[in-house]
């Protein structure tokens, strides 16, 4: 079934420690990618989306994610993480880029000062 | 600012008692999505209005109907809301620009079903 998938459901890091965390998904030809983060009693907001182009993709809050087609993985990363930024990420897809998300299970990170 | 809101943040209603959940945008955008959001999950899509027209998902419960009176409001009706209702409700907007589409979130209205 398509779908997308989030590989790890809970991470901890503590200050200063780099972030990865995976998203693929299985759907065939044009997609829109988004990551999303909800931070704790808040609603969810765009850290980055990638439509065309480079497959690096700069967001918000020194966030990155790297498209690699050949491997269906839209993978956000973070060099050094802050307390800040414990919340939970998804990541969505747009198949054929049309108007709807379908969403990853989600990875809720916890970062301890 | 430009934004999505809803209300209220948080309803507690009847088991079977009909309850209806209020989304507005100041966007103007002319796509709008609401969603169920249970606890540890990710968020499930209802339906959406693209305009007037009305796109239901395939496994929304009959349960769950909704309406958009205008371009600015739509409304999430629920007939007779069950314990399993209980859940964050999102309500999304979007528009096309470019060919692609950004959906922007609203802060959610949690129900509680007693």
């Known amino acids: 079934a398509q779908s997308v998938s989030q590989h790890n459901h809970h991470v901890i890091l503590s200050e200063a420690a780099s972030l990865e965390l995976g998203c693929n998904y299985s759907?065939?030809?044009?997609?829109?990618l988004f990551w999303y983060v909800q931070y704790p009693g808040q609603h969810l907001q765009l850290l980055l989306k990638y439509f065309s182009g480079d497959p690096l993709v700069k967001g918000i809050k020194g966030f990155e994610a790297e498209f690699i087609k050949s491997k269906f993985s839209f993978n956000l990363r973070k060099p050094s993480v802050q307390w800040s930024d414990t919340a939970e990420y998804f990541c969505a897809v747009a198949p054929g880029g049309f108007q709807k998300l379908v969403f990853g299970t989600g990875t809720r990170l916890l970062v301890s000062p | 600012d430009a934004m999505v809101i809803q209300n209220p943040r948080y309803q507690v209603t009847q088991f079977g008692k009909p309850v209806t959940l209020s989304c507005s945008q100041t966007?103007?955008?002319?796509?709008m999505y609401w969603y169920q959001q249970k606890s540890s999950q990710a968020p499930k899509l209802l339906f959406h209005?693209?305009?007037?027209?009305?796109?239901n998902e395939a496994d929304t419960p009959d349960n769950f109907q909704s309406r958009r009176p205008n371009t600015s409001f739509c409304f999430l009706d629920i007939r007779s809301p069950g314990l399993g209702d209980a859940a964050m409700y999102l309500c999304?907007?979007?528009?096309?620009?470019?060919?692609?589409?950004?959906?922007?979130f609203g802060p959610g209205t949690r129900l509680t079903v007693t």
């Open positions: 966007l103007n955008h002319n796509v």
């Open positions: 759907y065939g030809g044009t997609v829109n």
């Open positions: 999304a907007t979007s528009s096309r620009e470019s060919g692609r589409y950004e959906q922007y």
């Open positions: 209005y693209y305009d007037k027209d009305f796109n």
